[in-house]
T-cell receptor, first 113, second 112 residues
Framework: DAGVIQSPRHEVTEMGQEVTLRCKPI?????LFWYRQTMMRGLELLIY????????DSGMPEDRFSAKMPNASFSTLKIQPSEPRDSAVYFC???????????FGNGTRLTVT | AQSVTQLDSQVPVFEEAPVELRCNYS??????LFWYVQYPNQGLQLLLK??????LVKGINGFEAEFNKSQTSFHLRKPSVHISDTAEYFC??????????FGTGTRLQVFP
């Protein structure tokens, strides 16, 4: 398996623009997670899905952030409009079940100027 | 709700010396505990996990961790570190849901 695939690897955009981050989880994994990593706040869980259904989105910072999982092999995290404080590395991860390890993608480094 | 505290943000150590990275957790339910490692410009990888049974857990790259319920700790140890162990290490906990909560990380810097 190719592992969790995220795109793009790097994204540079201007404040106010819409940003869409994409994730393809490992085939057969039932849970998908979106994390954000910054120096100040470390690794924060934004939202996670189980069987394509959002279970907990309490970590989504505000209404500018939205996430979807239309099918078992694809998820998106959208920021509209983007702001400089959204600059971070965004990770997608998937797992088979609660006791199985998370498999992380290589992340998308977002820079909002 | 669960939470994780990693007491040391940075740990410098010389090559071939032993190291311990500290992790304490809090939870009102039974927990599953994990250590992950992150190399530069990469996602996190699992080092080891505790689900149940023996409190001493062995992982990859010579690392081990001990679950101590009375002290609510899950410290990571390695008897002799290598330059290649330089990375960020994250302790994580999950409980009765799929939600995995990470600590703030400890940067291990190994010097020659």
């Amino acid at each position: 398996d190719a592992g969790v695939i995220q795109s793009p690897r790097h994204e540079v955009t201007e404040m106010g623009q819409e940003v869409t981050l994409r994730c393809k989880p490992i085939s057969g994994h039932n849970s998908l997670f979106w994390y954000r990593q910054t120096m100040m706040r470390g690794l924060e869980l934004l939202i996670y899905f189980n069987n394509n259904v959002p279970i907990d989105d309490s970590g989504m910072p505000e209404d500018r952030f939205s996430a979807k999982m239309p099918n078992a092999s694809f998820s998106t995290l959208k920021i509209q409009p983007s702001e400089p404080r959204d600059s971070a590395v965004y990770f997608c991860a998937s797992s088979l079940d609660r006791v199985s390890p998370l498999h992380f993608g290589n992340g998308t480094r977002l820079t909002v100027t | 709700a669960q939470s994780v505290t990693q007491l040391d943000s940075q740990v410098p150590v010389f090559e071939e010396a032993p190291v311990e990275l500290r992790c304490n957790y809090s939870s009102s339910v039974s927990v599953y505990l994990f250590w992950y490692v992150q190399y530069p410009n990469q996602g996190l990888q699992l080092l080891l996990k505790y689900l149940s049974g023996s409190t001493l857990v062995k992982g990859i790259n010579g690392f081990e961790a001990e679950f101590n319920k009375s002290q609510t700790s899950f410290h990571l140890r390695k008897p002799s570190v290598h330059i290649s162990d330089t990375a960020e290490y994250f302790c994580a906990v999950s409980g009765d849901t799929d939600k995995l909560i990470f600590g703030t990380g400890t940067r291990l810097q190994v010097f020659p």
